[in-house]
Nanobody
Framework: VQLQAYGGGLVQAGGSLRLSCAAS????????MGWYRQAPGKQREFIAR???????TFLDSVKGRFTISRDNAKNTVYLQMNSLKPEDTAVYYCNADAYNGRAWANYWGQGTQVTVSS
């Protein structure tokens, strides 16, 4: 399984960015797909996730600012980030639970840098 994340960049406070993460893997199906972030000197933290059925969960500090969606046909998850704050600056990682017909496993994508300037 490979998770390819993209869409990070530099944005001013109050701006928006949309992250995308495409999952690939022959014979795999994906249940939860989501996003984590890691700021310098801090632990990686959960941001949001979405099930294959569309159920969502968010970190409290991003509720109302971030939305998560997915295209199951493309195995792609999106994170729309609005009203960005400098404290949102971090490397953002996508994450997915994948099933190969025999067992579940958890996968990480490479990070994409999000920098919010004040």
């Amino acid at each position: 399984v490979q998770l390819q994340a993209y869409g990070g960049g530099l944005v001013q406070a109050g701006g928006s960015l949309r992250l995308s993460c495409a999952a690939s893997g022959s014979g795999f199906s994906f249940n939860y797909m989501g996003w984590y972030r890691q700021a310098p000197g801090k632990q990686r933290e959960f941001i949001a996730r979405i099930s294959s059925g569309g159920a969502t969960t968010f970190l409290d500090s991003v509720k109302g600012r971030f939305t998560i969606s997915r295209d199951n046909a493309k195995n792609t998850v999106y994170l729309q980030m609005n009203s960005l704050k400098p404290e949102d600056t971090a490397v953002y990682y996508c994450n997915a639970d994948a099933y190969n017909g025999r067992a579940w496993a958890n996968y990480w994508g490479q990070g994409t840098q999000v920098t919010v300037s004040s």
